[in-house]
């Protein structure tokens, strides 16, 4: 992370201390997730292949740190033609283009579980802002000044803008994710860290309930 994006985004300069510790806590959590989680991931495979014979892991490109590009692993829980080649769409509340029985995966946010493997990679933490496509950054970027300010860290698998604010499709509610997500970088720190990570927890259990 550079001076002048630090300056940008108006949060301090974290020692490599911090990020050292960051990073090590993310590749162990990394790896127990990815042993822990295998089962149930290659279950929810399982049955998408079974649904429809497409493939149940899809790949999109998202902006990182810094505004570099990767690519983000998911389980693939809606139609193959969910959308319009180069058309990018908010999903929807009783989303049709869903795949039947994988609601429950988008709720309790198991489609997200391949993201562990982003983690371990280096291209995402544990904790931090979530990484939106590049079509909505360009698309959000005249309603929502410097947009890009978000971008000073690695994104997250979850965050404070994701407990705080939840899953929003519309414009005043990805104003607020910005405002948490801006909120988050200023008090950066270890403890932080951790209590978002169990303050997810009970949120994943309740989600996955509905």
Not at 108 to 114: A, F, G, M, N, T
Not at 122 to 143: F, W
Request: glycine content about 10%.
């Amino acid at each position: 992370m550079s001076l002048t994006m630090n300056q940008r985004v108006g949060c301090h300069i974290r020692p490599q201390g911090f990020e050292r510790i960051k990073r090590g806590v993310d590749i162990l959590a990394a790896l127990l997730g990815l042993v822990c989680g295998a089962p149930l991931v290659l279950s929810c495979a399982l049955w998408i292949r079974l649904i429809d014979g497409g493939p149940a892991l899809y790949r999109q490109w998202r902006v990182g740190r810094g505004g570099w590009l990767f690519r983000i692993y998911k389980l693939r829980t809606m139609r193959l033609d969910a959308e319009a080649p180069g058309i990018a769409q908010f999903a929807r509340d009783a989303d049709p283009r869903v795949l039947p029985g994988c609601g429950w995966m988008r709720k309790s946010h198991v489609d997200e579980l391949p993201q562990l493997w982003n983690i371990l990679k280096g291209q995402m933490s544990l904790v931090g802002p979530r990484p939106e496509r590049p079509e909505m950054i360009e698309e959000l970027r005249d309603a929502i000044p410097r947009i890009e300010r978000r971008l000073a860290t690695r994104p997250g698998l979850t965050g404070l803008a994701q407990i705080k604010n939840g899953y929003t499709n519309d414009l005043a509610g990805a104003r607020r994710k910005q405002a948490y997500d801006l909120k988050y970088l200023r008090r950066q720190s270890v403890l932080q860290d951790i209590r978002l990570v169990l303050q997810t927890i009970p949120k994943v259990w309740d989600q996955a309930a509905l």
